[in-house]
């Protein structure tokens, strides 16, 4: 158990609505990254962040925003959502460089 | 342009034989490759990884080989068990430059009892 938290866990919202979604974490793990996985294209890299304040986009960044002000917490952002970003979303951290990455349980979010 | 690649999407096996899941690679900066295991409505879980300083790594049922001049590397699992029946996705990072993690598009493997 890596102690991460991902909530909610399941969503259901409407198109052009804001979501946010939380990854939370216990151990002070520097590294944390969100994923989204759809059938097809396995898991893909959404952002990531190696550090408070500092973040990076991935292979799908666009319609996403993260924010990291604390250690523990890293947020997901979709300003207006569309049907395109339903999916299951997974927080992932690592302690650092060639470590595995363990993944929180994700957090199912439907866009109607 | 996806640095990852599984070709096969699914794979079955008879329980007791051997599961070979295949990973191709496209960027010549990763040198470090994971395997994780995931169940329908869990987070992936980690199995096995390899360092590019070596071409093999073997923990109990499962042992992962690395053919950098190909950009390949496979995952062997002996003997297959009906457990093993998840979807594997094989990982790739660099170990200086970017902190991604890149992976795959999955297999699904099913072990037939």
């Known amino acids: 158990d890596a102690g991460i938290t991902q909530s909610p866990r399941h969503k259901v919202t409407e198109t052009g609505t804001p979501v946010t979604l939380r990854c939370h974490q216990t151990?002070?793990?520097?590294?944390m990254y969100w994923y989204r996985q759809d059938p097809g294209h396995g898991l893909r890299l959404i952002h990531y962040?190696?550090?408070?304040?500092?973040?990076d986009k991935g292979e799908v960044s666009d319609g996403y925003s993260v924010s990291r002000s604390k250690t523990e917490d890293f947020l997901l952002t979709l300003e207006s959502a569309t049907s395109s970003q339903t999916s299951v979303y997974f927080c992932?951290?690592?302690?650092?460089?060639?470590?595995?990455?363990?993944f929180g349980e994700g957090s199912r979010l439907t866009v109607l | 342009d996806q640095q990852v690649k599984q070709n096969s999407p699914s794979l079955s096996v008879q329980e007791g034989r051997i599961s070979i899941l295949n990973c191709d690679y496209t960027n010549s900066m990763f040198d470090y490759f994971l395997w994780y295991k995931k169940y329908p409505a869990e987070g992936p879980t980690f199995l096995i990884s390899i360092s590019s300083i070596k071409d093999k790594n073997e923990d109990g049922r499962f042992t992962v080989f690395l053919n950098k001049s190909a950009k390949h590397l496979s995952l062997h699992i002996v003997p297959s068990q009906p457990g093993d029946s998840a979807v594997y996705f094989c990982?790739?990072?660099?170990?200086?430059?970017?902190?991604?993690?890149?992976f795959g598009t999955g297999t699904r493997l099913k072990v037939l009892a």
């Open positions: 992932a951290i690592t302690q650092g460089r060639a470590g595995e990455l363990f």
């Open positions: 151990e002070n793990h520097r590294y």
């Open positions: 990982a790739a990072t660099p170990t200086s430059g970017t902190y991604k993690y890149i």
């Open positions: 962040s190696y550090g408070v304040k500092d973040t």
